[in-house]
């Protein structure tokens, strides 16, 4: 009977990840009660005990247990499971013992080496992700590390923890390891620290038709730009990576159809930035047995080839559409199919793209944060600043990330702004910043924004050599 607790997990687990989870959201539920116990000294030997000796096993043998389950009191001998049975006498000590074991060698193993995807539930144990900052900043000037922020939860003082957000099925998180050190090594190097990123605004982008608009119904879809062609974003993103950028970012519905760069991207390799948010479309497509689907889509391109996408989640409202007004706001028609959140990750980085209006509702912001996203992509198409920075500015503060919005050229003004970034500075008037340009009219085509340097001077203005400011 006292191994009988942790058995029952063992035995329910898919494998040590999933078995992981779920001690960690049993431990989450009962979170104030084991805190309580870790503040007693007895308490806290026994789950030590238990960590000490379970965190020594390699990821290998727990997949063995897992599969296996009756042979975990032959594996682990007298020792553990009479540490086990003094635990389970203040259940659930018994369970945080073995989670912060696994949270060692296990886990380690794991989360060091996985080149796949892990989607992430409540209770996931979810490793820091934390990269170098440059030596030129002061620490005394960076938003505060991520082991103070996180130094009194259950796992303290590991570099883990608990995932609190719930997968409800209509929003997924997934960590996609894929493309790991391609990602570090772009989200910073030792000779540049954290990457330069250029935001893009082509003419003509606040130039739009649109293919419908139900005035019954409230609603439209089908917004496509009737200017920027794809002869100047090209020359835009050639720009950008002349002038250093390792990121570029083109703004919300700056394109024909979502995969409208794939063509050109190909072609190209290594003539722009390494990493691309291809702005967003409008776009129809089917559905897995649910219809059409209606939808607003990013495409992500690493080395010219596309590796995830993003696709919006909070519809716009608006009373103004390509230069009629409305009485009753119009809703964009997104349909309301499961989304899911791909961040493209290694050990260091953790890079996501929310589009527009994503960003402004409650759930989104808080998820990114929760998945540890300290590189935030944002194509936008909005004519008012709302309520952009406070998800930009927890970036910048909970995750020492840095986020930044490209949005569309209304007119040749920038207003009300063509970039919004954040960065990981405490001063609060050097860590966020919406601007419109350089003060010159025409405004500028694209923002080069040094992340390692504080604001507004981390942003730099650029404007092609045919277009002189006036």
């Keep these: 009977m006292a191994l009988s607790s942790f058995m029952g997990y063992l035995e329910a687990a898919d494998d040590p990840l999933d078995l992981a989870r779920r001690l960690g959201e049993t431990c989450l539920r009962h979170e104030g009660e084991l805190a309580e116990l870790m503040g007693q000294p007895r308490s806290r030997k026994e789950v030590e005990r238990l960590e000490l000796w379970t965190g020594q096993v390699p990821y290998s043998t727990w997949e063995g247990l897992v599969a296996r389950p009756g042979e975990f009191e032959k594996r682990f001998g007298a020792r553990v499971t009479g540490a086990l049975r003094r635990a389970r006498t203040r259940h659930p000590m018994d369970l945080l013992g073995i989670l912060r074991g696994l949270c060692h060698r296990p886990l380690g193993e794991f989360f060091g080496g996985v080149e796949g995807q892990v989607a992430l539930d409540r209770g996931l144990p979810l490793p820091f992700a934390v990269r170098p900052l440059p030596d030129r900043i002061e620490p005394s000037e960076l938003t505060t590390a991520l082991a103070t922020l996180n130094n009194a939860n259950l796992l303290e003082p590991l570099p883990f923890d608990l995932y609190g957000q719930t997968d409800s099925g209509q929003v997924k998180v997934v960590l996609e390891f894929a493309h790991r050190d391609e990602i570090d090594e772009l989200g910073w190097s030792e000779k540049a620290g954290l990457p330069a990123i ?196 927890d970036i910048a503060g909970y995750c020492q990330g840095v986020a930044v919005v490209s949005n569309t050229r209304w007119d040749d003004s920038g207003e009300p702004f063509l970039c919004m970034c954040a960065v990981p500075r405490k001063d609060p008037a050097q860590q966020s910043a919406a601007m419109a340009g350089d003060g010159e009219n025409p405004a500028p085509t694209m923002a080069l924004i040094d992340p390692n340097k504080p604001l507004p001077q981390a942003v730099e203005w650029h404007r092609p050599p045919s277009q002189p400011a006036s």
């Design 198 to 393: 250029a935001t893009l605004h082509p003419h003509g982008g606040g130039d739009y038709e649109v293919e419908r608009v139900d005035e019954k119904a409230r609603s439209f879809f089908g917004v496509h730009p009737k200017g920027a062609g794809l002869e100047e974003v090209e020359a835009l993103l050639a720009e950008a990576k002349e002038a250093g950028a390792r990121v570029a970012v083109l703004p919300e519905l700056s394109l024909a159809a979502p995969g409208g760069l794939e063509e050109m991207l190909a072609r190209r390799q290594g003539d722009f930035p390494p990493l691309i948010v291809a702005g967003s479309a409008h776009d129809s497509v089917a559905g897995e047995g649910k219809g059409e689907l209606r939808v607003n889509e990013s495409r992500v391109y690493l080395a010219g080839k596309f590796v995830t996408l993003a696709r919006k989640h909070h519809a716009f409202k608006t009373d103004e559409l390509a230069g009629k007004s409305y009485e009753e706001p119009l809703r964009e028609d997104l349909t309301r199919e499961p989304k899911t959140i791909m961040v493209l990750a290694g050990g260091q980085t953790r890079a996501a793209v929310a589009i527009c209006a994503d960003l402004i509702g409650k759930r989104i912001p808080s998820l990114l944060v929760d998945a540890g996203v300290n590189l935030l992509l944002a194509p936008s198409m909005t004519p008012d600043l709302g309520s952009f920075n406070p998800p930009l500015t």
